[in-house]
T-cell receptor, first 113, second 109 residues
């Protein structure tokens, strides 16, 4: 158990809908990263937060947004969903924003039908 | 997209063989990390490297932080069937962490 908790584990929704994925980082970790992994693909970096502030942005679509709350948990919001958004979404946390190892949650498998 | 070049993309080896994979970048990183991902699971940290030239082992796994700080390699000795999975390298600096595309390892008994 990495200590990073993601909910829900599975999510099935229709095109055009909006969903929210939740991540609770390890106790004491200040930084949260979000990654998207399509079938048999690598990890695509979406966005990173550090202590409530956005620190780095990757290939995140405008339809996607995220935030990190004062209690350090983070949410990734995906809207106007398309079939191609079906993927595994991972959250990782680390104590600092870089230079330290990051630990991954079990992921949320999103299926858009 | 990916900023790290990880190779090979895939490997098919016989049980008992040694494996080597590497990761290169055009940028300098302060930390190199190696992860393993089993199907449907989150990546699990195998080895973390913090210093240029550092060589670290974890059981049958050995990884090195390149002296230029732009590369790292991972070796697996005497592979076993449970080594099957996708191995990712990651480079971290300041408030940024990037992953390689992964090496998919298949071990034939």
């Amino acid at each position: 158990d990495s200590g990073v908790t993601q909910t829900p584990k599975h999510l099935i929704t229709a095109t055009g809908q909006r969903v929210t994925l939740r991540c609770s980082p390890r106790s004491g970790d200040l930084s949260v990263y979000w990654y998207q992994q399509s079938l048999d693909q690598g990890l695509q970096f979406l966005i990173q937060y550090y202590n409530g502030e956005e620190r780095a942005k990757g290939n995140i679509l405008e339809r996607f947004s995220a935030q990190q709350f004062p209690d350090l948990h983070s949410e990734l919001n995906l809207s106007s969903l398309e079939l191609g958004d079906s993927a595994l979404y991972f959250c990782a946390s680390s104590y600092q924003g870089g230079n330290t190892e990051a630990f991954f949650g079990q992921g949320t498998r999103l299926t858009v039908v | 997209g990916q900023q790290l070049n990880q190779s090979p993309q895939s490997m098919f080896i016989q049980e008992g063989e040694d494996v080597s994979m590497n990761c290169t970048s055009s940028s300098i990183f302060n930390t190199w990390l190696w992860y393993k991902q089993d199907p449907g699971e989150g990546p699990v940290l195998l080895i973390a490297l913090y210093k240029a030239g550092e060589l670290t082992s974890n059981g049958r796994l050995t990884a090195q932080f390149g002296i230029t700080r732009k590369d790292s390699f991972l070796n697996i000795s005497a592979s076993i069937p449970s080594d099957v999975g996708i191995y990712f390298c990651a480079g971290a600096r300041f408030n940024d962490m990037r992953f390689g595309a992964g090496t998919r390892l298949t071990v034939k008994p």
